[in-house]
């Protein structure tokens, strides 16, 4: 299958996931609930990096771009009409950093629909107590694996891009057709990505340890999830979406 194909058919599984909830006006709230849960716990288990040069702008970027609440369906729907013209406009790195992209935005999407199926199941819980009851309820431990795998493996994609020559400036030659063409949302998730990781780039294995950083705390945290003591992981759920003293 070639690339464009692919894009397009994650993208339709994409809107038929958000059609599914968006005929159910308290699923829909459910799934918006987990996407903002996500986000907040996000941000506190990375808050040292947010508040710390140079991982600052590429911790930002995940939480904004992959760990977000942000309504993506202009962007994929950006994402579906350019989906071709990756291929004949762009070197084949960053068709697959597209196809990466729409794979965890696919597989993230569908286990925060699950999730809300059960969320909303306990509306008398804290949102510690919600997530993880619906988190263990979901299960699927492989799938969960594979959307951190994903996540990862896209941040050394877009490392790897900043190494590929001219590619900045082609970048930039793209912003006003994009634009015009009504791919500025894609556009900017790219310039960003290729920004984001050139910063960090530049402090000798400063990527590597924002990405092995991501890679253990998210796997420490996958193992409360499914194994520790309801209260110990609520605890310390509910510390992550604390504010900063």
Not at 56 to 64: E, G, I, P, S, V
Not at 123 to 134: G, T, V
Not at 144 to 159: H, I, K, P, S, Y
């Amino acid at each position: 299958m070639d690339a464009s194909t692919f894009i397009r058919d994650l993208i339709v599984q994409v809107a038929q996931l958000r059609e599914t909830a968006d005929k159910n006006p308290e699923l829909a709230q459910a799934v918006g609930a987990i996407k903002r849960f996500q986000a907040r716990r996000f941000a506190g288990t990375y808050r040292d990096l947010l508040q710390k040069e140079p991982f600052a702008q590429a911790a930002r970027f995940f939480l904004d771009e992959l760990y977000s609440e942000k309504n993506y369906t202009r962007r994929d729907a950006q994402f579906a009409r350019i989906a071709g013209a990756l291929e004949r406009l762009f070197p084949k790195p960053v068709v697959q950093t597209a196809m990466s992209l729409a794979q965890l935005h696919l597989l993230t999407e569908t286990l925060d629909l699950a999730m809300a199926e059960h969320w909303r199941a306990d509306p008398e819980k804290n949102d510690a107590a919600r997530y993880i009851s619906a988190w263990r309820a979901v299960g699927l431990r492989d799938q969960r694996n594979t959307q951190l795998a994903q996540v990862l493996a896209l941040g050394r994609e877009l490392d790897q891009l900043t190494r590929t020559p001219g590619l900045r400036l082609m970048l930039k030659m793209m912003r006003g057709p994009a634009n015009l063409a009504g791919l500025g949302d894609l556009q900017r998730f790219l310039e960003a990505g290729f920004d984001t990781f050139a910063a960090m780039g530049r402090q000798t294995g400063a990527t590597a340890y924002f990405l092995d950083t991501v890679s253990r705390r998210e796997t420490r945290l996958f193992d409360d999830l499914f194994e520790a003591e309801l209260v110990a992981c609520e605890t310390q759920l509910s510390q992550l979406l604390a504010p900063p003293r």
